[in-house]
């Protein structure tokens, strides 16, 4: 995938330790068919963060009372994620530490009235990785938001993952043009224990 948007992904940079924090967005039961082939690789970006100290944030989508909190969400899906339910859980494997924040959110993106921004700030954090699901709504629009509150936003290219590989790839090079740094798990989880990344 990241050879897929090379022309556009011609800006190099890694975050640095000590200002960098890990998202992990909507990995909940309710996308476990979408996130079954990534699992893998958002399991090893965790725990290459958890042995460098980097702070992790799982997000989990979900409505208390869809009529009132809903919003175009509702109109454009029909459904949507119950509060407190099975779908609403998050995946079993990703067992997030006590120290770890878990921030609920209705809206694509996290930072969306949540206090996601206040939280990564009081850390020092400049730097996002950002993985889960899904690719072009909530983990793109997330990177979108990040990149406007002035964070340096690193998008894992195989820890993403949507409904298709046009949505996927279309995302890849719209981030790759105006808004994030497009890496492979493997890239970013080497910058982590060594600092020198393969190109």
């Keep these: 995938m990241c050879k897929s948007v090379e022309g556009y992904n011609f800006r190099q940079a890694w975050p640095v330790l000590g200002k960098t924090a890990l998202l992990v967005i909507d990995m909940q039961n309710c996308f476990a068919v979408l996130a079954g082939p990534i699992i893998n690789n958002v399991l090893s970006l965790v725990g290459a963060c958890r042995m460098r100290s980097v702070p992790i944030f799982f997000t989990r989508h979900g409505h208390r009372d869809p009529a009132k909190d809903g919003g175009m969400l509702g109109v454009w899906w029909g459904e949507l994620i119950k509060f407190d339910s099975r779908e609403w859980e998050l995946i079993e494997a990703l067992n997030p530490a006590k120290t770890e924040v878990v921030v609920d959110k209705n809206r694509y993106s996290a930072f969306f009235k ?86």
């Design 114 to 199: 949540t206090d996601l921004d206040e939280r990564l700030r009081a850390q020092g954090v400049e730097d996002l990785i950002i993985c889960g699901v899904m690719t072009n709504c909530c983990c793109e629009t997330t990177a979108r938001d990040a990149f406007v509150r002035d964070y340096r936003v690193f998008f894992v290219a195989d820890a993403t993952a949507t409904a298709n590989k046009d949505l996927h790839l279309a995302t890849l090079k719209n981030l790759a043009y105006g808004f994030a740094y497009i890496v492979s798990t493997q890239q970013m989880i080497q910058c982590l224990h060594a600092h020198e990344p393969t190109k």
